[in-house]
């Protein structure tokens, strides 16, 4: 079934949506912006950040043009904005935010990095991606340099090849792949 789409006001390059339909993006200038729902006003976000991942709890992270990993601070089912950004340590290209608020993501040398916590330490995981994202079920999805995708079920599966090409993926709350 073919869906719809509806343009909504904003110039975002990167955009990620939450559970409760609140809406995270950044623009060409790094700048932070949020949206509680579609019918709310767009809010600019202290900070600046080139990529940013809504998790399926709603918490929110993302890295900066230095490669420096960010998370929101002070987010709850009544603050979807939360308080402020915290750094965390190890340098990325690319995080997304899995189930029970683990972190995922890739560096500049293609490496994978998972992280149990925010309070937690980087494991370096096998496998080399350019870009990842987490499925609400902890399935993890990313593309490489050669634009070949791969799915790994949580931090102790294995990796395994789908067929076809992508440059960016994407996954719906249901598991369904955006390309």
């Known amino acids: 079934k073919l869906m719809s789409w509806t343009n909504i006001d904003g110039a975002l390059v990167h955009v990620s949506v939450g559970p409760a339909g609140e809406l995270w993006g950044v623009n060409s200038n790094d700048e932070i912006w949020y949206?509680?729902?579609?019918?709310?006003?767009?809010?600019?976000?202290?900070?600046?950040?080139?990529?940013?991942?809504?998790?399926?709890?709603?918490?929110?992270?993302?890295?900066n043009r230095n490669d420096e990993v960010f998370i929101r601070e002070g987010i709850s089912g009544h603050n979807t904005?939360?308080?402020?950004?915290?750094?965390l340590d190890g340098l990325l290209t690319h995080v997304s935010v899995g189930p029970d608020n683990c972190l995922w993501g890739c560096n500049r040398q293609q490496k994978v990095w998972y992280r149990a916590s925010f309070?937690?330490?980087?494991q370096e995981i096998d496998g080399l991606l350019?870009?990842?994202?987490?499925?609400?079920?902890g399935?993890?999805?990313?593309?490489?340099a050669s634009d070949e995708i791969w799915i790994r079920n949580g931090p102790h599966g294995s990796w395994?090849?789908?067929?076809?090409l992508l440059t960016?993926?994407?996954v719906s709350g249901n598991g369904a792949i955006w390309r």
């Open 130 to 137: 350019v870009q990842m994202v987490v499925g609400n079920d």
């Open 81 to 87: 904005k939360g308080t402020s950004w915290r750094k």
């Open 160 to 164: 395994s090849k789908l067929d076809g």
């Open 119 to 122: 309070n937690g330490s980087w």
């Open 168 to 170: 960016h993926i994407g």
């Open 139 to 144: 399935s993890v999805y990313g593309v490489n």
């Open 35 to 63: 949206r509680a729902s579609m019918n709310a006003p767009w809010e600019k976000v202290d900070g600046l950040l080139v990529q940013i991942d809504v998790g399926s709890s709603g918490y929110v992270a993302g890295v």
